[in-house]
């Protein structure tokens, strides 16, 4: 086979997606075997220009998981013919499986180059490249939020009408006894990491929560709260999980609108 036929064949081929993406994940009847790879091995060996053996061989190497050989096997590809659009996307493919990221966006990045690159096969690559640029990024954010309605038989935490001053019976004006109540609420969190991008993984976590409720009857008890800490993740020693963590924090408390603390 000419190096020109296996490159229309391989450039129509991307019509049909990224196929070494897929084949670690088929398990069907007809998976091959270590022994179905040492023969592929044997035939590249034979033949080190048979694009096609070195295809088969990759093909093989990746559904066994063995990416690495599958890596060596499509890079020698690229030394006879360095103009095959989809051998660079399927290394970008298995690149990132080995989390080896910079190199996958850079195969990528080939091949997004070639004009001729079907619509379907410029997006699965673009999904690609979005996850490599989260993996990558120095800034992290995290959000949670959740709320609701709720009833309480006591929502003023006060005791009954009946209380003991000095061992002495007494009672409580309404106004300061226990009272039911329902309230909605709000509640919220943030964490943002920035990486120094040092080879220990130092970075800096910021943490900001805020908290809000809102009475129907009992509207002197109103809550709203904000609470804010920061500071760097420092590991003393990568080997040993050893951390330290130096940070500041505020907060600040407002009961039925007016500030408490």
Do not use: W
């Not at 690229?78 to 990132?96: A, D, K, M, S, T």
């Amino acid at each position: 086979m000419t190096l020109q036929s296996f490159f229309r064949r391989t450039l129509l081929g991307l019509v049909g997606g990224i196929a070494l993406s897929c084949m670690s994940a088929q398990a069907d009847e007809a998976k091959p075997s270590e022994a179905d790879l040492d023969r592929a091995f044997a035939t590249v060996i034979a033949d080190p220009s048979n694009l096609d053996a070195s295809f088969e061989y990759a093909r093989i190497a990746a559904v066994l998981g063995d990416f690495e050989a599958a890596v060596s096997s499509l890079e020698r590809m690229l030394i006879y013919n360095p103009n095959l659009p989809r051998v660079h996307v399927e290394l970008g493919v298995l690149y990132f499986r080995l989390r080896s990221l910079e190199a996958a966006r850079s195969y990528f990045d080939q091949a997004l180059a070639y004009p001729d690159v079907p619509d379907v096969v410029r997006e699965r690559v673009n999904l690609y490249l979005k996850q490599i640029e989260k993996a990558t990024s120095k800034h992290r954010f995290t959000f949670s939020v959740s709320g609701g309605v709720r009833y309480q038989t006591n929502a003023n935490a006060a005791p009954g009408r009946d209380i003991l001053v000095i061992d002495l019976p007494a009672q409580l004006d309404p106004e300061f006894q226990e009272a039911a109540d329902t309230n909605v609420f709000v509640s919220g969190r943030m964490r943002h990491h920035y990486d120094f991008g040092g080879q220990r993984s130092d970075l800096l976590e910021t943490n900001i929560s805020v908290y809000g409720s809102h009475q129907y009857e009992l509207e002197n008890i109103d809550v709203a709260y904000f609470e804010m800490e920061t500071g760097p993740i420092l590991h003393l020693a990568k080997s040993s999980g050893i951390t330290v963590r130096p940070f500041l924090t505020g907060s600040f408390l407002m009961l039925s609108e007016d500030p408490y603390q």
